[in-house]
């Protein structure tokens, strides 16, 4: 039998996170490097993370490595793998958590946010980063770690792939409520495809050795404002956001064999909101 401290390691793995740079992105690089793990931040934006500092090597482990990826394009995903297997001969990790996620509760024109003006363009860039890069980084990466049998993928969903969102949360006084601002469709839509994604993948790479689950985080305190985040507060049984590394554990369980019999599930943390 495995010893409890040896199920968690991750000594040598190398684990993509898509959306790398973000906030939560950054987190899961910390925890996947604080096993032992390579982790590779793969974000079309950098400008937040210089991979030579020595603060980002600190933070992520000396062989960790930040590349420019646009997960929308197939063949942005298939130059990532081919500089992955290059530098470190091998994958063993997917998350996926890259997604558009406009912050409603800081922008003060947002009428464009209610569905009857939700723009096409809007949708279909939102739905294109979420799910569509999502599907491009399993279907490539993915297929990569099936050839050896072995593989994790995890899919960032959310509270909102569970529940609809509370829409007035974002409620700004004064204005009429055909101009109120609303949490848009597309984040709902996008999350919740994830889950029906990770169900997929989960059966059609049993057999191959790659376990595919989903983690469903709650909002995450980032300086949001005071009123929005007691609003929030009142609608969670443990009366607050959750702190942005709060996830971590999780995400090194899902990714390490301490979850070996683990597929095809969605693990939900959300201080309890989805229980009322």
């Known amino acids: 039998m495995k010893k409890l401290e040896t199920m968690f390691d991750l000594t040598g793995r190398v684990a ?3 959306g790398g740079t973000g906030l939560l992105g950054q987190q899961h690089a910390e925890a996947i490097a604080s096993a032992g793990g390579i982790p590779v931040l793969a974000d079309i934006r950098l400008d937040s993370v210089d991979p030579q500092s020595a603060a980002f090597k600190e933070r992520f482990g000396e062989q960790a490595c930040a590349i420019k990826t646009d997960i929308t394009k197939p063949e942005s995903v298939k130059a990532l793998l081919a500089d992955l297997l290059k530098r470190y001969g091998r994958v063993d990790i997917l998350i996926n958590n890259a997604a558009n996620n406009p912050k409603m509760e800081k922008t003060a024109e947002v009428e464009f ?7 096409l363009m809007q949708w279909e860039a939102d739905l294109s ?10 279907q490539i990466i993915g297929s990569e770690m099936a050839k050896h049998k072995h593989g994790v993928i995890v899919n960032v969903a959310s509270d909102l792939a569970v ?21 848009p469709v597309t984040y709902s839509v996008v999350k919740t495809g994830l889950i029906g994604l990770t169900r ?22 980032n300086n949001q404002l005071d009123d929005f985040v007691q609003r929030l507060a009142n609608l969670i049984p443990m009366g607050r956001m959750a702190n942005a590394d709060e996830y971590q554990a ?7 064999d301490a979850s070996s019999y683990m597929t095809g599930t969605n693990m939900v943390i959300d201080g309890g909101r989805s229980c009322w």
Do not use: M
């Not at 946010?113 to 723009?119: G, H, Q």
């Not at 980063?129 to 399993?138: N, R, W, Y």
């Not at 529940?163 to 601002?181: E, F, N, S, V, W």
């Open 200 to 221: 997929y993948l989960a059966t059609y790479w049993a057999d191959a050795g790659i376990r595919v689950n989903a983690i469903s985080p709650g909002g995450v305190y």
């Open 113 to 119: 946010s209610r569905l009857e003006n939700f723009p």
């Open 16 to 18: 993509v996170i898509t």
């Open 129 to 138: 980063v979420g799910l569509t890069g999502a599907f491009l980084c399993s």
């Open 163 to 183: 529940i609809a969102p509370d829409q007035r949360l974002y409620r700004k006084p004064g204005l009429p409520a055909d101009q109120q601002p609303v949490k």
């Open 250 to 256: 999780a995400i090194l369980y899902l990714c390490s």
